[in-house]
């Protein structure tokens, strides 16, 4: 009888660890998917905040240059001669870009 007994407490406690490697292999099984779905989010999310950053930066390099047009004279002429504008009294010379010339040959 007691040989019977230990057999079946043996059984039970096999029976018992399997069902409980079973559950939390389901566990496992059912969030798998929900931890690939983070990742994937905070990816994106990652992705959208360097985004963001950059604008930021921008956005103030933006505002940083309104305040000088609005202050610094010297800057507002350096950029007006940046792209092209002048004053009156000022000449404007444009030289051709040399290409295909070394010096080297006669």
């Known amino acids: ?3 019977t007994e230990k057999y079946w407490n043996l059984i039970n406690r096999i029976v018992l660890i399997a069902i409980i490697i079973m559950a939390g292999v389901g566990v496992v ?3 798998a998917p929900k931890v690939k779905q983070l990742q994937a989010y905070q990816n994106k999310f990652d992705e959208l905040q360097h985004r963001i950053d ?3 930066a921008a956005e103030k390099d933006l505002k940083e240059k309104q305040l000088r047009f609005r202050t610094d004279p010297d800057f507002v002429e350096k950029v007006a001669h940046e ?4 004053r009156r009294s000022e000449t404007i010379y444009h ?3 040399e ?3 070394n010096g080297a040959e006669f």
Not at 83 to 86: E, F, L, N, S, T
């Open 1 to 3: 009888m007691q040989q």
């Open 83 to 86: 792209v092209g504008y002048a």
């Open 54 to 56: 950059v604008t930021v």
């Open 95 to 97: 030289f051709p870009e």
């Open 99 to 101: 290409t295909g010339y």
């Open 29 to 31: 099984l059912a969030f």
